[in-house]
Structure formats: C-alpha cells, structure tokens
C-alpha cells in the first residue's frame, strides 16, 4: 500500500508479478557455439572423406631404381591441393552463409563464430582425410616390382589450401551482413515540428 493508498502490485526478487523473467545471456550463446561446432565438424568428416575419394593423384611408376614420374603425372602432383581447395571453400560458403543468417541478430560476434567454425572444418577435413588416403609411398615402393604404378600419398603440399575454409566462411558472411546492411530501412522523411497540434505561446 502506498501513500496514496493505491496497492502496489506484488514483487518477486525484483521482477514485478506476471512479467516473464528475461532469458539466461549464456544460453543463446551457449546454443550457438555448441551448434555451429556440431556442423562444421559434420561437414570437416564429409569434406575429408570426399577429399579422399575425388582428390586425382599423381602414380609413380617402379624401376631398378625406385619410382619416378613421368610429365603427365607431374601435373597431377598438386592435384589433392587443388581439391581441398574446392571442397572447403564450397563448403565453408554455404555453411558460413546459412550460421550467419541464423546467428544475425547476434551483433559482430557472428563473424567470429562462423570464423572459428571455418577453421575448425578445415582441420577436421585434413585429419580425416589424411586418416583416410595417407598411404607412405616409400614402403609400396620397396615391395613393388618394376612396372608396377604406384599412387602418390595423398597430403597437402602447402598449408594454404586450408585457408579456402576460412575464406569462404568469412566471404559468406561479409555478404550477407552487407546486403542486410543495404536492405535496411532509412529514415528519410522529418519528424513533425513539436509545435503542429498544440496552441502557440504568446
């Protein structure tokens, strides 16, 4: 009851009675990470599998002494670097896009996810790959006969074919966060003078 003899509504913690208490900050975010590693390392797993399946490799052909590489099969030496290329930067586009869209209403953290995210993709894709396709040439070749053709192991020669994954996940998102800037709506019209609908002071 108050001075003015008005009941005052009923209090709870500081929450008045019936107003629906504001959400835990940490969940949002909680929820956002957990989902976003979940995809990427879906995806990093499919990526490196596929990696493994498609990527062309170069074939070493056995002699008297050891293996060597003919001139086409010098142009596929870089061919796995190529393919990881492609998968992770296709990948990394689409999946950047889709987290991004999602998370919008996040604030500039988004990107920061989706990064991460990225990154982490690319190093699944590379470990299970390699887990699956790296087959050390050097022992086929000592129980190889010659004429026999042998595959190149399948790895990366540099470290940059596993920034296509960071690549494309950040291009998605700037795209993204500049069409949504543009669509936004700008406020081009005056606001009505304080004077219009109420009687001058004289």
């Known amino acids: 009851m108050s001075q ?7 209090q709870s ?8 208490p504001e959400p835990e900050p940490g969940l949002p ?6 989902v976003t590693v979940a995809v990427f390392l879906v995806a990093g797993s499919i990526a490196g599998w596929a ?13 008297e002494r050891g293996g060597s590489l003919g001139e086409e099969q010098m142009t596929k ?3 796995p670097d190529g393919t990881f290329t492609a998968i992770g930067f296709l990948t990394a586009l689409v999946l950047g896009a889709a987290l991004f869209w999602w998370l919008r209403n996040y604030g ?3 990107v920061g996810i989706v990064a991460l995210g990225s990154v982490l993709g690319g190093g699944v894709a590379w470990g299970v790959g390699m887990l699956l396709g790296h087959d050390p040439l050097q022992p086929r070749l000592e129980a190889a006969k010659p ?3 042998l595959d190149a192991p399948l790895e990366l020669h540099t470290w940059t074919p596993l920034a296509a994954w960071l690549v494309g996940g950040a291009l998605a998102a700037a795209i993204l966060a500049a069409a949504n ?22």
């Open 4 to 10: 003015t003899g008005q009941p005052q509504p009923y």
């Open 13 to 20: 913690f500081g929450t008045p009675f019936g107003v629906p």
């Open 29 to 34: 975010w909680a929820k956002a990470i957990a």
């Open 51 to 63: 990696w493994q399946q498609f990527s062309p490799l170069a074939q070493y052909t056995v002699d």
């Open 77 to 79: 030496v870089f061919g």
């Open 108 to 110: 500039p953290w988004t």
């Open 147 to 149: 004429g026999d053709l």
């Open 181 to 202: 800037w543009r669509s936004e709506p700008v406020a081009t019209a005056s606001l009505p003078a304080a004077s219009e609908g109420s009687p001058q002071v004289h």
